[in-house]
């Protein structure tokens, strides 16, 4: 992804979950997705979806049993 596209989604997200902590940031050797955090914490990864003509993003975020526990 795009420094400035990354950007955008970040002020969206931050704008979405009212966090203005959350960061997205590029993924090594990889252009389809980004990390995304909560200040230093790791939470997820947003996909850019180009395929047939509509451009879209997919954040998955895995929810581990034990973290439930917390």
């Given at each position: ?10 002020d969206y ?32 990864i947003i ?10 993003y997919n ?12």
């Amino acid at each position: 992804m795009k420094k400035e596209e990354m950007g955008r989604l970040q002020d969206y997200m931050r704008g979405v979950f009212k966090v203005k902590g959350l960061q997205i940031k590029a993924r090594p050797q990889k252009d389809d997705s980004a990390e995304v955090y909560i200040d230093d914490e790791f939470i997820g990864i947003i996909y850019r979806d180009d395929e047939d003509e509509d451009l879209c993003y997919n954040f998955n975020m895995a929810i581990l049993d034990f973290d439930l526990e917390q």
